[in-house]
T-cell receptor, first 116, second 115 residues
Framework: AQSVAQPEDQVNVAEGNPLTVKCTYS??????LFWYVQYPNRGLQFLLK??????LVKGSYGFEAEFNKSQTSFHLKKPSALVSDSALYFC??????????????FGTGTLLAVQP | GAVVSQHPSRVICKSGTSVKIECRSL??????MFWYRQFPKKSLMLMAT?????????EQGVEKDKFLINHASLTLSTLTVTSAHPEDSSFYIC???????????FGSGTQLSVL
């Protein structure tokens, strides 16, 4: 079955330190991978995506993610965390059905807590 | 950027009543919209895919007669929770795919509480 997994429920990091939020996937074919962020009581906001090309993808708010095909991972990273980065982060994979309507499947989410 | 308006943001209703949630794409056309349910432990579950002018496609385990979806125009999809029960209490999120470029935008969600 095609799926995406986020092994950590929560990640704690001190402000100014680098952060990593992990994501692994299991899909057939070439994956379309996404990261979204959700602030309290709000909808999801797009951060970045990987479709093809350079394995290192840069996105909004200084975030980046590295696509690793051999490890089937797409970890989210930021060199220096901010307190305002504290939020819920979702990894997602877009399932393709040969011309039919595509859909986005989400991981279970990782709560990022950045301490001042 | 593109905006998806979801209304209401919060609703409290009595058990047995029906609740309608609207999802509107304000400045773009969306042939396809998606409805998600977010559980307390935060995982997002895709409920159904809504296509303008046709029947919605429901995910396995989602009751189509309980969660009625209508996508009558290119800018509006509605989710009606019929005969709501306390176990239907949840955070519902819609998303709309912009027809011209297939970008996906999310509504701000609806917190449904059934008493």
């Amino acid at each position: 079955a095609q799926s995406v997994a986020q092994p950590e429920d929560q990640v704690n990091v001190a402000e100014g330190n680098p952060l990593t939020v992990k994501c692994t996937y299991s899909v057939s074919g070439n994956p379309y991978l996404f990261w979204y962020v959700q602030y309290p009581n709000r909808g999801l906001q797009f951060l970045l995506k990987y479709i093809t090309g350079d394995n290192l993808v840069k996105g909004s708010y200084g975030f980046e993610a590295e696509f690793n095909k051999s490890q089937t991972s797409f970890h989210l990273k930021k060199p220096s965390a901010l307190v305002s980065d504290s939020a819920l982060y979702f990894c997602a994979v877009r399932l393709l059905y040969g011309g039919a309507t595509n859909k986005l499947i989400f991981g279970t989410g990782t709560l990022l807590a950045v301490q001042p | 950027g593109a905006v998806v308006s979801q209304h209401p943001s919060r609703v409290i209703c009595k058990s047995g009543t029906s609740v309608k949630i609207e999802c509107r794409s304000l400045d773009f056309q969306a042939t396809t919209m998606f409805w998600y349910r977010q559980f307390p432990k935060k995982s997002l579950m895709l409920m159904a895919t809504s296509n303008e002018g046709s029947k919605a496609t429901y995910e396995q385990g989602v009751e189509k007669d309980k969660f009625l979806i209508n996508h009558a125009s290119l800018t509006l999809s509605t989710l009606t929770v019929t005969s709501a029960h306390p176990e239907d209490s949840s955070f519902y999120i819609c998303s709309a795919r912009e027809t011209s470029n297939e970008k996906l935008f999310f509504g701000s969600g609806t917190q449904l509480s059934v008493l």
